[in-house]
């Protein structure tokens, strides 16, 4: 397996436009996790999927922020509109369960400027 | 992957010392912790876990203590190599599935 895979690996925009990650899990893999990394915050969790439902949204941080998981294999993030302080690292992550340990892809580095 | 960089606790050894990096994780009712290694430019990386009803548990070089009393986790890396150069998370998982991360702490190893 390729592991999660997770596009664009860069991404620079500017303020206001929409942006949209996407995601691959793990073929299997019935959770799927979407992270941010900042140097200020850490690994913040977004949302949660689990069987392809949303289970968890509430570290989404704006309504500016979207997720959708229309399959088992693929999940988007989106923000519209984009902001600066959006800038930052996208993981996303998938499990075979809710309560393993996670497989991350290797994340997209998001810049708005 | 970019971590938090400039203000991460940071540990330096020497090639083929032993490592030891500490956590203090924050809920009682966590029944699960993971150590994640994240090297630059890539996703945390799955090390080693626990279960909250095991106090130790080791794998390849690595081992992993759990202190519930005072809500401390560890991790011990054995004769530390240039390729564990990386930083270091802890996380708990809460009731449930939520996993949350610990801010990290950075592993320098000496040639």
């Known amino acids: 397996d390729a592991g999660v895979i997770q596009s664009p690996r860069h991404e620079v925009t500017e303020m206001g436009q929409e942006v949209t990650l996407r995601c691959k899990p793990i073929?299997?893999?019935?959770?799927l996790f979407w992270y941010r990394q900042t140097m200020m915050r850490g690994l913040e969790l977004l949302i949660y999927?689990?069987?392809?439902?949303?289970?968890?949204d509430s570290g989404m941080p704006e309504d500016r922020f979207s997720a959708k998981m229309p399959n088992a294999s693929f999940s988007t993030l989106k923000i519209q509109p984009s902001e600066p302080r959006d800038s930052a690292v996208y993981f996303c992550?998938?499990?075979?369960?809710?309560?393993?340990?996670?497989?991350f892809g290797s994340g997209t580095r998001l810049t708005v400027v | 992957g970019e971590s938090v960089g400039l203000h991460l606790p940071t540990l330096s050894v020497q090639e083929g010392d032993n490592s030891i990096i500490n956590c203090a994780y924050s809920?009682?009712?966590?029944?699960?912790f993971i150590w994640y290694k994240q090297e630059s430019g890539k996703g945390p990386q799955f090390i080693i876990d626990?279960?909250?009803?095991?106090d130790k548990r080791q794998g390849q070089r690595v081992t992993v203590l759990l202190n519930k009393t005072v809500k401390h986790l560890s991790l011990q890396i054995a004769a530390t190599q240039p390729g564990d150069s990386a930083v270091y998370f802890c996380a708990e998982r809460l009731e449930g599935f939520k996993t949350i991360f610990g801010a990290g702490t950075r592993l320098f190893v000496k040639a």
């Open positions: 809920n009682s009712a966590s029944d699960y």
């Open positions: 073929s299997g893999h019935n959770s």
């Open positions: 999927f689990n069987n392809n439902v949303p289970i968890d």
């Open positions: 992550a998938s499990s075979l369960d809710r309560v393993g340990s996670y497989t």
């Open positions: 626990i279960r909250s009803n095991m």
